[in-house]
């Protein structure tokens, strides 16, 4: 089973700073990662898929890059409604898919 | 837009079986691989498995024995069962539609979620 490590647990900051996630497979996943966004009481959101490529509607100031075991989601500019926890997800070993333990962004 | 909605028994009791149901409204129904994902209060999220429009079925290991997910094309609908449940099943059970490859999706778009809750 893949393991995903994301840090840090939590990130406080204030709007218009930017966001660095990070997100560390226990194995080579290649390319065979996904971002979700996730607010309380909503489903979560699929932001990026395959390390880099923004889902449908997401918008520009959410961006993907990394390969192998090493991932990052950055958020250029944060908005309001951008305060979340942010999860990845493999798919590069199954079963299972497994999830990362989560990123809490918070109003600093 | 593709929309799922889902519905179930939301309490249990222990050794009982829970029954999650996801309707998928708008778009095709063919061609995607229908999940089921769970998150425990506090927790992080866990992949439970997930059926084709075919019918093949995957499930995550730890719960393979207890896991029966079902699908009825003509209703568009999809659905979870999870036998013998205790309270380390309580949790939000989410649906959602894996785009990809068999088993190894990512997923667009999710339920709303359910809450499960197993107390006796």
């Known amino acids: 089973e893949i393991v995903l490590t994301q840090s840090p647990a939590t990130l406080s900051l204030s709007p218009g700073e930017g966001a660095t996630l990070s997100c560390r497979a226990s194995?080579?996943?290649?390319?065979?990662l996904a971002w979700y966004q996730h607010k309380p009481g909503q489903a979560p959101r699929l932001l990026i898929y395959?390390?880099?490529n923004r889902a449908s509607g997401i918008p520009a100031r959410f961006s993907g890059s990394g390969s192998g075991t090493d991932f990052t989601l950055t958020i250029s500019s944060l908005e309001p409604e951008d305060f979340a926890v942010y999860y990845c997800q493999q798919r590069s070993n199954w079963p299972p898919l497994t999830f990362g333990g989560g990123t809490k962004v918070e109003i600093k | 837009q593709v929309q799922l909605q889902q519905w179930g028994a939301g309490l249990l009791k222990p050794s009982e079986t829970l029954s999650l149901t996801c309707a998928v409204n708008g778009g095709s129904f063919s061609g995607y691989f229908w999940t089921w994902i769970r998150q425990p209060p506090g927790g992080g999220l866990e992949w439970i498995g997930e059926i084709s429009y075919g019918g093949t079925t995957i499930y995550n290991p730890a719960l393979k024995s207890r896991v029966t997910i079902s699908i009825d094309t003509s209703m568009k609908h999809f659905s979870l069962k999870l036998s013998s449940v205790t309270a380390a099943d309580t949790a939000v059970y989410y649906c959602a539609r894996g785009v990809g490859v068999r088993g190894r999706s990512w997923f667009d778009p999710w339920g709303q979620g359910a809450l499960v809750t197993v107390s006796s």
């Open positions: 194995h080579n996943i290649s390319s065979y």
């Open positions: 395959d390390a880099s």
